[in-house]
């Protein structure tokens, strides 16, 4: 039986009971697997404690028949993990990775995934929430926090918490199949991977970029709930030249203010969808869109789902 050794990486402060999920996960697709025993390929997994550093890096199996295909680095429930923390832990994982050891990560372990330097010029997730942070500590990566899990092949990120489901299918998929996969997902009675973590996060702009001007006109549209995003208007508050109001706010929020102002209705949107009963027509009025057509289709390209499909599936 052919066999894929998976190591779920235990470092200071990761979520026990994702790793302890992932390892029935995988455990369960080993189940729905047609012919287990008869030649079919097996997923071991085993649970990898380096939550001491570098002493308990040692004590881990070197034998390269005892080393895991597989490195998977969970959520956490603290803080992400400091530089200082996870240097020893990112060394060792570098490494593997350099054998060709496959890397990933589940929303706050994106960090010590990125502490490798292998996540430098390619793309990642994390936890929507943990976005800005993760910016500013790794800029050279390529993070889009509005995708639930990036394939990279050698290299795999999930975003949210509770994404550690999609990952772990994401993976039986690739090892075991796409039938396994799906009677895995059937039996733990999760969605197959598809989901994007757009569909449940929020809008939340970065107000600590330090530019005063900027700050304001983002309180001015906060205001407004995003009606009034006239360029002119915008830039007599901010007391700036148009040009340069539109090239300071891109650098300070990493949007144009025509895309804050959509982010901001549509935010209003989801609330109104997801806790009222107004039809979409009303909804789309009721946030500054007299074209309902234009509204559902501003509405998909940020949230990912039509508003039809967001009310049913997060209606309170």
């Known amino acids: 039986m052919a ?46 404690d380096v939550a001491d ?35 020893p832990i990112a060394r060792w ?25 292998v996540l430098a010029g390619r793309a990642a997730t994390t936890h929507w929430a943990y976005a800005d942070a993760f910016r ?13 899990v990036i394939d990279g092949g050698d290299i795999l ?39 994007e973590q757009r569909y449940y996060s929020g809008f939340s702009p970065r107000l600590s970029h330090g530019d005063a001007a900027v700050l304001k006109v983002q309180h001015f549209l906060q205001a407004s709930e995003g009606k009034e995003a006239r360029l002119a208007t915008l830039a007599a508050e901010a007391g700036l030249e148009e040009r340069t109001l539109l090239r300071r706010f891109q650098k300070a929020t990493g949007l144009t203010t025509t895309d804050y102002a959509q982010r901001l209705r549509v935010a209003k949107a989801q609330e109104l969808l997801q806790f009222g009963r107004l039809p979409v027509e009303r909804v789309s009025w009721e946030v500054g869109y007299a074209d309902p057509g234009a509204f559902r289709k501003v509405f998909h390209r940020i949230v990912g789902l039509t508003p039809g499909e967001y009310r049913r599936r997060f209606r309170a």
């Open 93 to 117: 994982l570098r490494a593997r990775h350099a054998e060709g050891a496959v890397l990933a990560s589940v929303c706050g372990g994106a960090f010590l995934l990125a502490e490798t330097g």
């Open 3 to 48: 066999e894929i050794r998976i190591g779920i990486v235990l470092y200071p402060g990761a979520q026990r009971s994702a790793a302890m999920g992932l390892e029935d996960l995988f455990h369960v697709a080993g189940r729905m697997t047609p012919d287990a025993g008869l030649g079919a390929q097996a997923l071991r997994v085993r649970l990898l």
């Open 136 to 148: 500013e500590r790794f800029p050279e990566v390529d993070l889009d926090p509005d995708r639930l």
């Open 53 to 87: 550093g570098a002493e308990a890096l040692r004590d881990l199996p070197a034998s390269p028949a005892d080393q895991c295909h597989v490195l998977i680095l969970p959520p956490s429930l603290e803080a992400p993990i400091s530089a200082e923390a996870a240097a």
């Open 157 to 195: 990120s999930a975003g949210g918490l509770m994404s550690w489901t999609d990952l772990g299918l994401k993976l039986v998929d690739r090892f075991l199949g796409p039938v396994v996969m799906g009677r895995t997902a059937q039996m733990m009675l999760v969605d197959p991977p598809g989901r």
